[in-house]
T-cell receptor
Protein backbone atom coordinates (compact mmCIF):
# COMPACT_ATOMS: atom_id res chain seq x y z
CA UNK A 1 0.00 0.00 0.00
CA UNK A 2 0.87 3.65 -0.11
CA UNK A 3 3.39 5.03 2.35
CA UNK A 4 4.07 8.73 2.85
CA UNK A 5 7.17 9.95 4.64
CA UNK A 6 7.47 13.52 5.83
CA UNK A 7 10.47 15.53 7.02
CA UNK A 8 11.36 17.25 9.21
CA UNK A 9 9.18 16.34 12.18
CA UNK A 10 9.83 19.74 13.77
CA UNK A 11 10.99 22.98 12.23
CA UNK A 12 11.75 26.30 13.88
CA UNK A 13 12.30 29.41 11.79
CA UNK A 14 12.63 33.09 12.49
CA UNK A 15 9.74 35.27 11.45
CA UNK A 16 10.24 36.37 7.87
CA UNK A 17 12.36 33.38 6.92
CA UNK A 18 11.25 30.57 4.64
CA UNK A 19 10.17 27.09 5.66
CA UNK A 20 10.34 23.96 3.55
CA UNK A 21 8.69 20.64 4.33
CA UNK A 22 9.29 17.57 2.19
CA UNK A 23 7.30 14.42 1.55
CA UNK A 24 7.90 11.25 -0.41
CA UNK A 25 5.33 8.72 -1.48
CA UNK A 26 5.60 5.17 -2.69
CA UNK A 27 2.60 4.51 -4.97
CA UNK A 28 3.09 5.96 -8.44
CA UNK A 29 -0.70 5.74 -8.98
CA UNK A 30 -1.32 8.47 -6.41
CA UNK A 31 -2.52 11.51 -8.31
CA UNK A 32 -3.39 14.24 -5.85
CA UNK A 33 -1.19 15.74 -3.15
CA UNK A 34 -2.75 18.16 -0.67
CA UNK A 35 -1.21 19.90 2.31
CA UNK A 36 -3.19 20.40 5.50
CA UNK A 37 -2.58 22.78 8.37
CA UNK A 38 -3.76 21.79 11.83
CA UNK A 39 -3.74 24.32 14.61
CA UNK A 40 -3.83 23.10 18.19
CA UNK A 41 -7.17 21.58 19.06
CA UNK A 42 -8.63 22.20 15.63
CA UNK A 43 -9.44 20.13 12.58
CA UNK A 44 -7.04 19.90 9.63
CA UNK A 45 -7.64 22.52 6.94
CA UNK A 46 -6.50 22.38 3.33
CA UNK A 47 -3.98 25.10 2.50
CA UNK A 48 -2.77 24.09 -0.96
CA UNK A 49 -2.82 21.09 -3.25
CA UNK A 50 -1.29 19.86 -6.47
CA UNK A 51 -2.28 17.28 -9.03
CA UNK A 52 0.05 14.82 -10.66
CA UNK A 53 -0.03 16.61 -14.02
CA UNK A 54 1.36 19.84 -12.54
CA UNK A 55 4.88 20.53 -11.36
CA UNK A 56 4.36 23.62 -9.24
CA UNK A 57 1.54 25.66 -7.76
CA UNK A 58 1.67 28.89 -5.84
CA UNK A 59 -0.81 30.75 -3.68
CA UNK A 60 0.57 33.97 -2.21
CA UNK A 61 3.22 32.95 0.34
CA UNK A 62 2.64 29.24 -0.09
CA UNK A 63 3.88 27.04 -2.91
CA UNK A 64 4.00 23.33 -3.58
CA UNK A 65 6.30 21.50 -5.97
CA UNK A 66 5.93 17.96 -7.26
CA UNK A 67 8.52 15.66 -8.78
CA UNK A 68 6.62 12.64 -10.09
CA UNK A 69 9.72 10.81 -11.21
CA UNK A 70 11.28 10.96 -7.78
CA UNK A 71 7.89 10.65 -6.06
CA UNK A 72 8.38 13.59 -3.79
CA UNK A 73 6.63 16.89 -3.19
CA UNK A 74 7.42 19.86 -1.02
CA UNK A 75 5.67 22.72 0.73
CA UNK A 76 7.34 26.12 0.69
CA UNK A 77 6.22 28.95 2.95
CA UNK A 78 7.91 32.29 2.42
CA UNK A 79 7.96 35.33 4.71
CA UNK A 80 6.75 33.22 7.61
CA UNK A 81 4.56 34.80 10.25
CA UNK A 82 3.74 33.69 13.81
CA UNK A 83 0.28 32.60 12.68
CA UNK A 84 1.93 30.05 10.40
CA UNK A 85 2.87 28.10 13.54
CA UNK A 86 0.96 24.81 13.40
CA UNK A 87 1.32 21.17 12.42
CA UNK A 88 1.43 20.56 8.68
CA UNK A 89 0.49 17.26 7.06
CA UNK A 90 1.13 16.18 3.51
CA UNK A 91 -1.03 13.51 1.96
CA UNK A 92 -1.18 11.29 -1.10
CA UNK A 93 -4.54 10.46 -2.58
CA UNK A 94 -5.61 7.59 -4.80
CA UNK A 95 -9.03 6.12 -5.42
CA UNK A 96 -10.78 7.93 -2.58
CA UNK A 97 -8.20 7.08 0.02
CA UNK A 98 -5.88 9.54 1.66
CA UNK A 99 -2.62 8.50 3.27
CA UNK A 100 -1.18 11.20 5.49
CA UNK A 101 2.41 11.96 6.28
CA UNK A 102 3.67 11.95 9.84
CA UNK A 103 3.37 15.70 10.26
CA UNK A 104 5.73 18.64 10.77
CA UNK A 105 5.41 20.93 13.75
CA UNK A 106 6.38 24.40 12.52
CA UNK A 107 7.28 27.10 15.00
CA UNK A 108 7.75 30.62 13.76
CA UNK A 109 9.76 32.62 16.26
CA UNK A 110 8.93 36.29 16.56
CA UNK B 1 -17.39 22.06 0.07
CA UNK B 2 -18.79 20.06 2.96
CA UNK B 3 -19.55 20.97 6.53
CA UNK B 4 -19.31 18.17 9.06
CA UNK B 5 -20.77 18.25 12.53
CA UNK B 6 -19.17 15.72 14.87
CA UNK B 7 -20.17 14.93 18.42
CA UNK B 8 -19.33 14.60 21.17
CA UNK B 9 -16.37 16.95 21.05
CA UNK B 10 -14.81 15.23 24.03
CA UNK B 11 -15.58 12.58 26.58
CA UNK B 12 -14.01 10.81 29.52
CA UNK B 13 -15.03 7.17 29.72
CA UNK B 14 -14.48 4.25 32.04
CA UNK B 15 -12.50 1.31 30.73
CA UNK B 16 -14.66 -1.52 29.49
CA UNK B 17 -17.43 0.76 28.28
CA UNK B 18 -18.25 1.88 24.73
CA UNK B 19 -18.61 5.29 23.13
CA UNK B 20 -20.44 6.13 19.93
CA UNK B 21 -19.29 9.11 17.90
CA UNK B 22 -21.62 10.69 15.39
CA UNK B 23 -20.92 12.64 12.22
CA UNK B 24 -23.47 14.56 10.19
CA UNK B 25 -22.60 16.04 6.78
CA UNK B 26 -24.49 18.88 5.16
CA UNK B 27 -24.50 17.16 1.76
CA UNK B 28 -24.77 13.65 0.42
CA UNK B 29 -21.43 11.88 0.09
CA UNK B 30 -20.63 8.40 -1.07
CA UNK B 31 -17.83 7.66 1.36
CA UNK B 32 -17.09 8.73 4.89
CA UNK B 33 -13.81 8.04 6.59
CA UNK B 34 -12.87 7.57 10.22
CA UNK B 35 -9.40 8.46 11.47
CA UNK B 36 -7.57 8.19 14.76
CA UNK B 37 -5.03 10.80 15.73
CA UNK B 38 -2.86 10.11 18.74
CA UNK B 39 -1.58 13.24 20.51
CA UNK B 40 1.11 14.83 18.39
CA UNK B 41 0.80 12.15 15.72
CA UNK B 42 -0.53 11.82 12.21
CA UNK B 43 -3.96 10.73 11.07
CA UNK B 44 -4.37 6.98 10.80
CA UNK B 45 -7.27 5.69 8.75
CA UNK B 46 -9.47 3.30 10.70
CA UNK B 47 -12.08 2.47 8.09
CA UNK B 48 -14.07 3.68 5.12
CA UNK B 49 -17.85 3.72 5.53
CA UNK B 50 -20.06 3.26 2.47
CA UNK B 51 -23.79 3.62 2.54
CA UNK B 52 -25.54 0.31 2.08
CA UNK B 53 -22.53 -1.92 2.62
CA UNK B 54 -20.17 -2.95 5.36
CA UNK B 55 -17.30 -0.67 6.23
CA UNK B 56 -13.82 -1.45 4.95
CA UNK B 57 -11.27 -1.63 7.75
CA UNK B 58 -7.56 -0.90 7.53
CA UNK B 59 -4.92 -3.23 8.80
CA UNK B 60 -4.88 -3.29 12.58
CA UNK B 61 -8.50 -2.27 13.01
CA UNK B 62 -11.40 -4.72 13.34
CA UNK B 63 -15.15 -4.43 13.23
CA UNK B 64 -15.68 -5.88 16.69
CA UNK B 65 -13.62 -3.10 18.22
CA UNK B 66 -14.74 -0.25 15.94
CA UNK B 67 -18.22 -1.00 14.59
CA UNK B 68 -19.43 1.57 12.08
CA UNK B 69 -22.89 2.43 10.86
CA UNK B 70 -23.76 4.32 7.70
CA UNK B 71 -27.54 4.44 7.49
CA UNK B 72 -27.71 7.14 4.82
CA UNK B 73 -25.56 9.41 2.67
CA UNK B 74 -25.21 12.17 5.26
CA UNK B 75 -24.60 10.34 8.54
CA UNK B 76 -22.24 7.84 10.12
CA UNK B 77 -21.31 6.60 13.55
CA UNK B 78 -18.15 5.03 14.93
CA UNK B 79 -18.29 3.06 18.16
CA UNK B 80 -15.19 2.45 20.22
CA UNK B 81 -15.99 -0.76 22.09
CA UNK B 82 -14.68 -2.24 25.33
CA UNK B 83 -12.40 0.71 25.77
CA UNK B 84 -8.98 0.65 27.38
CA UNK B 85 -6.61 3.56 28.14
CA UNK B 86 -4.80 2.78 24.87
CA UNK B 87 -7.91 3.94 23.02
CA UNK B 88 -7.42 7.46 24.36
CA UNK B 89 -7.03 9.55 21.24
CA UNK B 90 -8.73 12.01 18.94
CA UNK B 91 -11.16 10.47 16.48
CA UNK B 92 -12.06 12.36 13.32
CA UNK B 93 -14.57 11.73 10.60
CA UNK B 94 -13.91 12.95 7.11
CA UNK B 95 -15.46 13.12 3.67
CA UNK B 96 -14.06 13.74 0.23
CA UNK B 97 -16.14 16.25 -1.67
CA UNK B 98 -16.00 18.68 -4.51
CA UNK B 99 -14.36 18.47 -7.88
CA UNK B 100 -10.95 18.82 -6.31
CA UNK B 101 -11.44 15.74 -4.08
CA UNK B 102 -10.60 17.84 -1.04
CA UNK B 103 -10.92 16.13 2.33
CA UNK B 104 -13.09 17.84 4.92
CA UNK B 105 -12.96 16.95 8.57
CA UNK B 106 -15.23 17.00 11.55
CA UNK B 107 -13.98 18.90 14.57
CA UNK B 108 -12.85 15.70 16.22
CA UNK B 109 -13.73 13.81 19.39
CA UNK B 110 -11.13 13.83 22.12
CA UNK B 111 -11.55 10.56 24.01
CA UNK B 112 -9.93 9.86 27.35
CA UNK B 113 -10.31 6.40 28.85
CA UNK B 114 -9.65 6.09 32.57
Amino acid sequence: GENVEQHPSTLSVQEGDSAVIKCTYSDSASNYFPWYKQELGKRPQLIIDIRSNVGEKKDQRIAVTLNKTAKHFSLHITETQPEDSAVYFCAAFKTYKYIFGTGTRLKVLA
Amino acid sequence: SAVISQKPSRDICQRGTSLTIQCQVDSQVTMMFWYRQQPGQSLTLIATANQGSEATYESGFVIDKFPISRPNLTFSTLTVSNMSPEDSSIYLCSVVAGENTEAFFGQGTRLTVV
